[in-house]
């Protein structure tokens, strides 16, 4: 049976008042091929339904974005992938139902921010 290596990341950006967002995720989890697995990510303030997404990123290639506004799924993300959260709150998860081979990698939740109507972000 194949392990399945998640390594999870976080990218934080800063809120108008320059005071940083906290983002908490777990570092590492590892699965084998055919489970499901949950991903939390959680921050120290309420996060709008359309300043979360979730990325995954392979060795040697850029992130993909692969959900956005906590649970709609950009396309050509597989079916598997889900996200789930509330809007304005603080926890919010992805989950990867039947992982695949394919599946392995870093993921990145994404917490975005504007200062004076400008993106910032922050890892």
């Not at 800063?14 to 959680?42: A, D, H, L, M, N």
Request: charged residues 15%; proline residues 3%.
């Amino acid at each position: 049976m194949n392990h399945i290596i998640i390594f999870i990341w976080t990218i934080a950006a800063f809120i108008q008042e320059s005071r940083g967002v906290t983002v908490t995720q777990p570092k590492v989890k590892t699965v084998q091929q055919g489970q499901s697995v949950t991903i939390e990510c959680s921050t120290d303030v309420g996060i709008s339904y359309n300043n979360l997404a979730w990325y995954q990123q392979k060795p040697g290639e850029t992130p993909k974005l692969l959900i956005y506004d906590i649970r709609s799924l950009y396309s050509g993300t597989p079916s598997r992938f889900s996200g789930s959260g509330t809007n304005y709150g603080k926890d919010f998860t992805l989950t990867i139902s039947g992982v695949q081979t394919e599946d392995t990698g870093d993921y990145y939740c994404l917490s975005l921010h504007s200062i004076n109507s400008k993106y910032v972000f922050t890892q």
